[in-house]
């Protein structure tokens, strides 16, 4: 369809009074994110596995003019015909059917060289939009490694429009790319492809409705008419903004008549766009003939066999625990040392007294309870930043998706499932990914079982009292840490099994992912995403656990006893001991005291604020003017009766609680806003916070019952 004059000048030469927008899109894992990096200067997460970009970025770029270019990294997707909430981001950006984001004035389409055939089926319905592109080909090194000569200059030519080599990881094409995007004639696609005549009237009829009585524009009706046809879901395609009532009778007419004919309208038309590719391809890519099985093959074959790959993922994750505590117990003690000399220097220097308690039992004790678990938390990150930068994440979903497909899930859910092993926000998120509206919804309610960052200094302080003697060997630690974790993970898989058979009904979908090729990972990337989530812990140790811990020391200290009331009085007396004793006829069937109990109340903040809770409540109790070791003062702590309160089998009934409960605001705020509503979140919070309970009192009244 010829466009009509004035608009194929504006789209091809933006107005100079603004800034020019560059949409980013391409499939997944093609090294977009990290091309958007290396434009815009801004550290988004990259990572080696599908589903990285999860919701639109917006950048600033600068031609090599000095020019400012608006440039929005978009979901990967394979297709604009979207089937998963990612996908449906970028189609409907492209479409100009978001309120918060303008159609973009032109495109950068990034494609994988190593797979060009495959890339270009999205380029080519980019074409259809009739807006200015320019051609990435990204990762032209691998593709020369694997024996492809990609003829950048032919495509160039094929297509009409400016074609880039490119290798992002190592900046080379950055230069070339930039003078392309400042070019202000940037030229319309020479695009053109033979529509099946069985199909075409059709094309063109839907063409004319949408812009007649779906107001659409005519740079894209064409395109949206392409895609009503390519997926036969047009409630799907439409996406929030349904069809006109003309528009969906006339697209039923045809495929009613089509059904009839016995015609597959929707395949014709994929082959249709294949055959055209793959004539392009077929004149652009050369192939060396003598190249054997690449590296990445010859990994696979170990990494992905139905025996090897299980030891080889077994090997992966018992290194993983075995670092956060062999290479973090230095830096700990370091923090540690650190933190009772701050203490101690506060209340050398200042006078007796509430401000003086306020610092050290409240601030001090609060946030230096929590922040000594940062080597470990950073640790944690670093390894699954080198997983997922390798391509190895993408593996361990491929080894999981037999396991997975047995709880009616596949191998996508593992994805957001080990994420969700740092953090569930992020996990919950990456379910965008996952096509089947009920596989996501599975996914979001039992991703907060899998054993978070949070939750791990909880394990940790518990695994300290729990054990006698100064120190905890590390076999003990280390087994007692997969424990949790694989008991959460089984939590998980057990919880999916039931929703599929009950509440979420559906049969196991296949799993199509690619396997990326493994890379060397770039160091830098991995330290630099460690070091934000890092960072992510400090602010919050400083400002919400911060202001928790005063809080609470306020809470704990007030309102004041007489002169000469014990400690333990005071504590009981105050509003937190209150609130504490107001639920521990609940909590006390499964062990734990009215001061557990406010240790509870408050980790619905944050799981790991269970830690300064303990810390600033059984600071207050002490009576020297010596900070007292945390794990000292829960070895002290008695019940009424005299008896200890953190004996091993309260210490392990507290870390079998928080495997399973749903102690994270941050969590049910994101599961709301990814469920559309309060119904899944309030449901997830008692399910979860439920089965805590149930298996608490099943294991501490089971251990009573056998003389623990």
Known sequence: MALPSHISSTLAHPSSTRTPVYALVGNPNCGKTTLFNALTGLKQKVGNYPGVTVEKKIGTAYSQHGQPITVIDLPGTYSLAARSPDEAVTRDVLLGRRADTSPPDRILCIVDATNLERNLYLVHQVLDLGRPVILVLNMMDLAARA?????????EKELGIPVIACEAV???????LKLAMSRPDLPLARHAWDIPAAIAPAVGELQASLIAHDRKAPLLARAEALLLLTDQDSVRVAGSSPLSSRTAELLRAWQERW?????????????????????????????????????SDRIDAVATHPFW????????????FLSIFTLAEGPMNW??????????????????????????????????????????????????????????????????????????????????????????????????????????LVTILVAPLMSCSARLPVYLLMIAALVPGDRVPLPTKVG??????????????????LFKRTLLKGAPPLM????????????????????????????????????????????????????????????????AGQ????????????????????????????????????????????????????????????????????????????????????????????VKRETNGWKWPIFQTCYMTGTAWILSFVVYQSGRALGF
Request: net charge neutral.
């Open 309 to 320: 790959g299980w030891t080889v993922l077994g090997t992966v994750m018992t290194l993983l």
């Open 170 to 176: 190592h900046g080379r094409g950055l230069i070339e």
């Open 480 to 497: 007692i840490i997969i424990l949790m974790y694989a008991l959460g993970t089984f939590g998980a898989f057990f919880f999916a099994w």
């Open 259 to 295: 059904s009839a004919a016995g015609t597959d309208w929707a395949g014709t038309l994929v082959s249709s766009r294949y055959d055209a590719i793959g004539q392009i391809a077929a004149e652009v890519v050369l192939r060396d003939g003598t190249v054997g099985p690449s590296a």
């Open 147 to 155: 024996g492809l000569n990609v003829r950048a200059a032919h495509l």
């Open 579 to 670: 609130a504490g004793q107001a639920l521990e006829p609940l909590i006390k069937p499964i062990g734990f005291d009215w001061r557990i109990g406010i240790g509870l109340i408050t980790s619905f903040a944050a799981r790991e604020v269970f830690v300064s809770t303990m810390s600033v409540v059984f600071n207050v109790e002490t009576t020297d003017d010596d900070t007292t070791p945390l794990r000292q003062a829960l070895l002290a702590a008695k019940w009424p009766d005299g008896r200890p309160l953190f004996t091993p089998l309260v210490c392990f009934t507290l870390m079998i609680f928080y495997v399973f409960a749903m102690q994270c605001m941050s969590t049910i705020a994101v």
């Open 512 to 575: 199509i992912m690619e396997l990326p090729p493994y890379r060397l990972p770039r160091l830098k990337d991995v330290a630099q995403h460690m070091v934000e989530r890092g960072w992510l812990f400090v602010r919050r140790a400083g400002t919400v656990i911060l202001g928790i811990s005063i809080i609470l020391w306020f809470l704990s200290a007030y309102p004041k006893a007489s002169e000469g009331t014990p400690p333990t009085q005071q504590l009981a007396q105050s509003f």
């Open 335 to 440: 923090i540690d040392t650190h933190i009772a000399s701050l203490a101690d220097a506060v209340k050398t220097a200042a006078p007796p007294g509430d401000l003086r308690d306020l610092i050290t039992d409240g601030a001090i004790a609060g946030v230096g309870g929590v922040i000594i678990f940062l080597p470990q938390i950073l640790i944690l990150f670093f390894f699954i930043g080198l997983l997922e930068s390798t391509g190895y994440m993408a593996r361990a979903a491929f080894i999981m998706d037999r396991l997975m497909s047995r709880v009616g899930l596949n191998g996508k859910s593992f994805i957001p499932m080990l994420s969700s092993y740092a953090c569930a926000i992020p996990g919950i998120m990456a379910t965008r990914t996952i096509e089947d509206p009920k596989d996501r």
